[in-house]
């Protein structure tokens, strides 16, 4: 980036699509990695003092407040005599940290944009000295921020031009339009701030990031839709809180009296970074008993779902903020791969049930596993590493043929075992042999009585359908096996 804040780029069709900072790039403030470049290069002296610290803490929970905006106006009186060339040594020196920092969600929407043609822009009050670096490493086509006026080589205390903030940013955003003769009616803006409304009312498609409480209002108000770019799209926070961390919290013995779990190779589940997690499939209870799992661990889930769970009133709604990705394995759609695969570079954890669907009749109770080849695929395409997850008992908590689970079992409940397993990748060349050896390591997690083939009661084959009843067909094959194989259970 040149050190004009409106310069000639390469022209894109498609508009521009214009992106605010701090809070919204970043989940905070960009001010102690900045500061924090200063201090290397001798520009501020001292560490970082108890009252700046706090202000910082204070801004990332609530955002931009007139207060803080008047301080940062003054930095440009307290750079005055400032050489230009160190602000530039700092600027480089704090493009990496800020880079890291950039939310995953919000590089796939600049991805999307790039994809498609738009110029994009970092609209901020941060100095285009010092953000320059950072905007470049990212892969903005231009930068549009205040600019502290010059004497020489050194910065003489003033702002020249706009102080981009508040309408002084959307009257900058409308000039650098004009200029390079961008349709705004095309553009897209994004921002966390309610002093940054002038900005997303100048644009087609306004869009409010993380907003703060005055943002949400306006955006409500006028129906911009509301987004967060540390979680998947359609995924609500509700004061800085996701749905699914909230039912973690509750994710204890103590809420689920009816059942008695029993958790091993919680360690085996990362803390951080993506990976796939894969789970044999019995109980209606096993995405709960997952999610209790996880809880243990801290980790929210991405689960892949059938579409009927997502296509069913106010529990279709909480699947998907709860992030879950919809399925529908009758239309062959790439969609639910792509958005896991999303959610994989995103650093996030997905879940999904190789098998598909809860086996029934004798399938149910056979001792080899089979799988679909989704997970072997979404691990090969991304290099995530596969953990598996063995679930034992969720059966007896809600089988297939009950509507709901049992509850009311609160003195003898039935014992529920989650066992993790260590984590691995899958080779990638045959999507047949790695589902197989995804399968095996589900299997080896359960208990021995898994691996006994036996022939099951007519009773228990009765769980195992929808409707509670065994297929005439079914029943008559039960009969045949049990007469060839007297005295065998």
Request: aromatic share 8%; glycine share 10%.
């Amino acid at each position: 980036m040149n050190e004009e804040t409106v310069r000639p780029i390469r022209r894109r069709s498609g508009g521009a699509a214009f992106f605010d900072l701090d809070r919204t790039l970043l989940l905070g403030a960009s001010g102690p990695i900045l500061g924090e470049a200063l201090r290397r290069v001798g520009l501020i002296r001292g560490d970082a003092s108890i009252v700046e610290n706090a202000a910082f803490r204070f801004f990332d929970l609530v955002g931009e407040t007139l207060p803080s905006m008047f301080l940062a106006r003054q930095g440009a009186r307290a750079a005055s005599g400032w050489p230009v060339d160190l602000v530039r040594e700092a600027a480089e020196s704090a493009a990496a940290p800020l880079a890291e920092r950039v939310l995953p969600y919000a590089q796939q929407v600049l991805d999307e944009h790039r994809s498609e043609g738009r110029s994009l822009v970092l609209a901020t009050t941060t100095p285009v000295d010092l953000i320059g670096p950072f905007a470049e490493l990212v892969g903005f086509d231009d930068v549009v921020a205040t600019r502290y006026g010059r004497r020489g080589d050194r910065y003489d205390g003033t702002i020249d031009g706009e102080f981009v903030w508040g309408k002084g940013k959307s009257r900058s955003v409308a000039e650098w339009a004009s200029v390079q003769g961008v349709d705004l009616d095309e553009s897209y803006a994004y921002s966390d701030s309610y002093y940054d409304v002038p900005l997303l009312s100048i644009v087609g498609h306004p869009r409010a990031v993380n907003p703060d409480p005055r943002m949400l209002a306006i955006a409500t108000l006028r129906r911009w839709p509301v987004i967060h770019f540390d979680l998947p799209a359609g995924v609500p926070k509700f004061a800085g809180v996701e749905p699914q961390q909230v039912l973690q919290f509750l994710a204890r013995p103590q809420t689920f009296p009816w059942v008695r779990f029993h958790v091993e190779g919680v360690e085996h589940i990362p803390r951080h970074g993506p990976a796939v997690l894969v789970a044999n499939h019995r109980s209606y209870f096993d995405v709960l008993a997952v999610g209790y799992l996880l809880a243990q661990r801290g980790r929210p889930v991405r689960f892949l779902g059938k579409k009927e769970v997502f296509d069913a009133p106010v529990v279709g709604d909480l699947a998907t903020a709860l992030g879950g990705i919809r399925v529908d394995r009758g239309t062959g759609s790439e969609e639910p791969l792509r958005l896991a695969r999303e959610a994989i570079s995103a650093g996030e954890l997905v879940a999904l049930m190789p098998q598909g669907t809860i086996p029934r009749g004798p399938a149910f109770f056979d001792p080899v596993l089979t799988g679909r080849w989704g997970a072997a695929r979404l691990a090969s395409d991304t290099g995530a590493p596969v953990v598996p997850v063995g679930l034992w008992g969720t059966e007896a908590v809600w089988p297939r043929s009950s509507k709901l689970p049992n509850v009311t079992n609160l003195w003898n409940p039935p014992h529920v075992t989650l066992r993790a397993g260590e984590g691995f990748r899958v080779d990638g060349d045959d999507l047949q042999a790695d589902t197989e050896r995804i399968m095996r390591a589900i299997s080896e997690l359960l208990p021995a009585e898994a691996h006994l083939p036996r022939i099951p009661s007519e009773d228990e084959l009765a769980r195992t359908y929808p409707d509670g009843r065994v297929p005439d067909d079914v029943r008559a094959a039960g009969e045949h096996e049990s007469a060839r194989r007297p005295g065998f259970d």
